[in-house]
């Protein structure tokens, strides 16, 4: 490994836009179709499953592979690779959105179906903490071209299992934008708010900038891709002087085809303006991405240097919803990384 592949392994760093389903690999997908199929896909069919040529295309795909997700132990497996794979990579956090609202849909909306998954999850998640010492934290995702109620369940029950499950530590928003919007989900927001979760949007993945001023008017504390607010300088500073964390996914939106390249993504842009922005691999099993590798292309091309890097790693932390006290121990020992 040369020597700045090493230097980012060693840099303690937080994940803070990752979906758990997107981080199903092909061969755990292979590994599920023989617990619940007569007959089970081979390497090549599960890879099929993967493809898609656009954004409405990528959805589907996301759909189909969490489909394949069925019993507690599935989840648990999912989320144990997952945690594996981040703790390779010197990844010491990771917050990760649970699609919680196709869970409900897949199960018709029976209200018993998921507190056994949510027992799955958390099982891989205190292994993670006890084997790997890395820590997880849940962000429950609804599905914003479903119906408000859809998300209204999903935000509820984020809400109702906080108190027992303190791991639950915030609620978001993915799906298709193009189809809806922040605005109907204020109410939803602000109810979410009073019960003590942190609130996180997709906003500016494949819309205009617009959509990044209504997440932000709605209570969002932290936005997923905000790709548009490149072509509205007045929201650039908005998000510079009120410290918006941004959670840029580039190989994310160059696969989806939303952003002709990784050279063309703004990342650099908003970093030099000083926005408080983090790296991030979204779903890494659809993008043939990680962690490790947004950051070493953050470096081969747009030239982000060992310090650059470190300040990326440093506002990953800060970003997170971790207490000021992990924070800070995290903090000093990426200022000390060599
Ligand atoms: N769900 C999973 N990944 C997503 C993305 N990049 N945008 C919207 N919804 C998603
Ligand atoms: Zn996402």
Not at 139 to 155: G, K, L, N, P, S
Not at 157 to 167: D, I, S, T, V, Y
Request: charge should be negative; glycine fraction near 6%; charged fraction near 25%.
């Amino acid at each position: 490994m040369d020597d700045i592949a090493a230097f980012i392994r060693r840099l303690p760093k937080a994940e803070l836009h990752l979906h758990l389903e997107g981080a199903i690999t092909p061969a755990t997908l292979v590994e599920l179709s023989q617990r619940h199929d007569r007959q089970p896909l081979t390497l090549t069919e599960a890879g099929a499953v993967y493809r898609f040529t656009d954004f409405s295309g990528f959805l589907d795909a996301f759909k189909a592979v969490t489909s394949r997700l069925i019993t507690p132990a599935d989840y648990e497996l999912a989320a144990w690779r997952m945690a594996q794979r981040l703790a390779e990579q010197g990844v010491v956090h990771a917050e990760v959105y649970i699609s919680v609202g196709v869970i409900y849909l897949w199960r018709n909306h029976d209200p018993e179906c998921f507190e056994p998954i949510f027992a799955g999850l958390e099982a891989a998640r205190l292994r993670a903490e006890r084997e790997l010492g890395l820590s997880l934290y849940w962000i429950f995702d609804a599905v914003r071209h479903f119906t408000i109620e859809e998300a209204a369940r999903v935000f509820r029950k984020a809400a109702a299992m906080l108190p027992q499950f303190p791991a639950i530590i915030g609620i978001g928003l993915g799906g298709d934008e193009r189809r809806c919007g922040s605005e109907p989900f204020r109410d939803l927001y602000a109810e979410a708010k009073a019960a003590g979760l942190h609130l996180t949007n997709h906003a500016g993945e494949t819309t205009p900038p617009e959509a990044i001023r209504e997440a932000l008017a709605i209570g969002s504390e932290r936005i997923g891709h905000a790709l548009s607010a490149i072509a509205d300088p007045d929201l650039l500073n908005d998000l510079r002087d009120r410290r918006i964390p941004l959670e840029l996914n580039p190989t994310s939106n160059v696969r989806t085809g939303v952003c002709p390249s990784w050279d063309d993504h703004p990342l650099r842009h908003y970093f030099d303006s000083g926005l408080l922005v983090t790296l991030n691999s979204d779903d890494p099993a659809f993008f043939g991405s990680d962690l490790e590798s947004e950051y070493m292309l953050a470096h081969t091309r747009q030239g982000f240097t060992r310090d650059e890097l470190r300040q990326l790693a440093s506002n990953s932390l800060q970003a997170s919803f971790l207490p000021e006290s992990a924070k800070a121990r995290w903090l000093a020992q990426i200022e000390s990384a060599r």
